[in-house]
């Protein structure tokens, strides 16, 4: 079969994969696109990766993750940034690597709040100054934030940006082509406010990555890996991708899956899966 | 010591307390008040029930819970409604049978999807309906409907209310005698429009109940039992305690926690270390 030609990849869905292997099964399921992860990319080396990518012929849609704002002033603040300066050019790098159609988007995961904090409007506010700190160097390098939106459950140790209301009323104050926020079905399907706050997006021009996957309960033991394939669990990807492709999104749609039985599972048996999921969830809904 | 006047113990946090038991150790505590559950009230007959508490002397704070609004028209949903309509009697029994300052307040609880579900949108619209079929019952008995949202982490599965902001969008249909909503850090602490809903909430006279416990990570593996002493966990409960108390509120407020830990702990020393533990994070912030 045919991948969906908007169907990207993120390398998290198969995280024990290398990157050579990523790019590998990526590729023979007739996938066209893949996100990227900083560590699997260092791993190989920045400019190993980049040629990696550009052999591949894929494109890059996103590079994952920056972030990691909520600490106060003072040295780990400071390396935090240096490392999202980084981060920024290993996104413009890749996206001039991959094929026509890649995407300058490095996702950013605000993080919680600091040890011992109680404080969780000083660390939103650190969040937005941190970004401000960093969009002169995101838009001297062609590369747009998005913030991602996580889901409120992580709102203390992963993120405090908890809606993707709160996402755009950070971006609000930046040039749209400079920071955005990351769409991830996961994170915001349970949000009374979603289908307006999708629909604003799209006229702000902040959407900068469209990502699914599904939600179901219980949770495994560790909550970060309750992600499933599209389809296994309760959200409604019809409503919501139809709402996402009415604002005029254009670009790859990633799934990112955390998970520790597909994590364990053949790379390329994920990817074929994947791609079946989404064909089935996704793809009827991406007519305009 | 003397537990703070305003202080009432949910009796969910002395799960496995029988009513006498529960009403004993809530009373011995020099606690003023307590809020009950349908199950152990139902245990001895709610006659019985009213005669036991009035005998405590203690106010009655809440009733806990009706809902699970969110079946399908059907037979289930039908003996659901029911089963509201006693709740709500019991209620008001409850409350006439407590010392002066009770308040007749049911708690509910919305209710997740239906089994193979994923119509949210739909869900929450039978929740709606089902509180109007039960707002002229409560308003005939003197009892108001505190809509509770839940964490967003129960969406699927709990509650499809999960926003203040979204519990006062379906209470403002009604008299604001009828139906409130339920304010527990727990639940919102994580939102960014808390304060602002807060203080809509206090303007449209609608908090029926505050009820307070904290949040902290990691989860254990029931998600449900998640909830510690205020203090334990990361909720400011300084500025949530302050903002409930600008409206005006001047009702009991309910402490209710779940956890297995403190739920196989002896009831008088959970009593005991959840006075203390309200004496330090919310007294401090109860004048206005």
């Known amino acids: ?145 998005a913030i991602e939106p996580l889901h409120p459950m992580y709102a203390s140790d992963r993120a405090v940006v908890s809606t993707l209301g709160q996402a755009l009323d950070i971006a609000a104050d930046f040039d749209a082509a400079v920071v955005g926020a990351a769409v991830d079905t996961f994170h915001i399907w349970w949000d009374p406010q979603v289908f307006e706050q999708i629909e604003r997006a799209g006229r702000e021009g902040r959407i900068a990555t469209y990502q699914v996957c599904d939600w179901k309960t219980p949770f495994p033991a560790d909550v970060l890996l309750s992600r499933h394939y599209m389809g296994d669990g309760v959200i409604d990807f019809g409503s919501l991708t139809r709402a996402v492709i009415a604002t005029g999104y254009d670009r790859d749609i990633e799934v990112e899956i955390f998970n520790a039985d597909i994590w364990s599972d053949d790379p390329a048996t994920v990817v074929a899966r994947t791609a079946a999921s989404f064909a089935e969830t996704i793809t009827p809904h991406l007519d305009r």
Chains 1, 2 share one sequence.
């Not at 169907?7 to 990526?26: G, H, M």
């Not at 704002?69 to 991959?98: C, M, S, V």
């Open 1 to 145: 079969m045919t991948a969906d030609p908007r169907l990207s990849i993120n390398q998290a869905t198969i995280k024990y994969a290398d990157l050579a292997t990523a790019l590998r099964v990526t590729k023979d399921a007739g996938v066209q696109a893949i996100g990227l992860w900083r560590e699997p990319v260092n791993e190989v080396g920045l400019d190993t990766a980049a040629k990696m990518l550009a052999d591949s012929g894929l494109r890059f849609s996103t590079h994952c993750r920056g972030g990691f704002f909520t600490l106060p002033e003072g040295p780990e603040r400071t390396a935090a940034l240096d490392d999202n300066r980084r981060a920024i050019e290993e996104t413009a790098t890749l996206a001039a690597a991959g094929a026509e159609g890649s995407t300058a988007v490095l996702v950013l995961v605000a993080g919680g709040l600091p040890d011992g904090s109680r404080d969780l409007i000083g660390a939103r506010e650190r969040v937005r100054d941190a970004i401000g700190a960093l969009a002169d160097d995101a838009k001297a390098a062609g590369v747009t934030l």
